[in-house]
């Protein structure tokens, strides 16, 4: 599975669109084998369900969230009490391309007592709202928001229970090898030339697919990397603004500085002043 890092590395190049959500009432003869076309997350507020993906069994119940990707094929029931859960279709796009997001492995079972007042605060929001497209509705959009990023927070950090045990299946993990290099070699000396040779690509083959998959040019997303690593350093240590500077690899910290203040619109200085005071 690749690291998700990556994910938090691109979350401003990530695009959340809501598509449609109902109020979901089944009783206890509910089965059903489908396979799953949208990005779907079954909030469920009563009772349990099972669901077969694979030859193996998950139970969900009250509180949990369920997240399919698209391309999942499940069989799913109910017990003699029955069910009722919240039903979002949503799209989760990066770059150009919609199903990249399927390498991160996301699919699977998020529990209740990790997200509890994220899914009550979404689920007073959306309950109501059966059989409507809501993305014109800004309140329960941004509630959305908050729920599936917390979902994907504790996801990064092995608090669910996924229906498949890595991405190996990816047919891209050349590529995505050579993108998890650049995450975790930022602030080397190293050239997309010499990235893109050591996974076995021509370097102008690898910028088209990076800029094609991920919406940006690998030069940016060295940027994205180094900034946002530098920001990190700027509100959660005591470092001085040099050693933060000769870490990433910048000759002089005003190099530094006007890289940053291009990328956030103010000098490390200021950025460290306006969020701790």
Request: glycine letters at 6%.
């Amino acid at each position: 599975m690749f690291k998700l890092d990556i994910l938090n590395d691109l979350q401003q190049n990530v695009k959340i669109g809501m598509k449609q959500n109902m109020y979901v009432t089944h009783g206890d003869a509910w089965f059903e084998e489908k396979t799953k076309t949208e990005y779907t997350i079954w909030s469920i507020a009563r009772g349990n369900i099972y669901i077969k993906i694979a030859e193996k069994e998950y139970a969900a119940s009250a509180g949990d969230a369920v997240l399919f990707c698209p391309g999942i094929r499940y069989i799913a029931h109910s017990d003699e009490n029955g069910c009722e859960f919240l039903f979002q279709q949503f799209s989760l796009e990066l770059g150009n391309d919609i199903n990249l997001l399927a390498e991160f492995n996301l699919a699977g079972i998020v529990r209740g007592n990790h997200i509890i007042a994220d899914h009550l605060n979404y689920y007073s929001k959306a309950k109501n709202l059966k059989y409507i497209i809501l993305e014109n509705s800004l309140g329960v959009y941004a509630e959305f928001f908050c729920y599936i990023s917390k979902i994907i927070e504790l996801i990064d950090n092995g608090r669910n229970e996924p229906f498949f045990e890595d991405a190996a299946h990816s047919l891209r993990s050349d590529f995505w090898k050579a993108i998890s290099y650049i995450s975790e070699h930022f602030s080397d000396h190293i050239s997309i030339k010499e990235i893109a040779q050591n996974a076995g690509f021509s370097e102008k083959y690898f910028i088209q697919q990076f800029k094609r998959t991920l919406g940006l040019p690998p030069k940016q997303y060295f940027v994205q990397c180094r900034m946002r690593y530098a920001a990190h350093r700027l509100l959660h240590s005591n470092d001085k603004i040099q050693e933060i500077a000769e870490y990433l690899g910048y000759a002089d910290i005003y190099s530094f500085s006007k890289a940053f203040k291009k990328y956030y619109d103010e000098s490390p200085t200021e950025f460290r002043k306006n969020y701790i005071y």
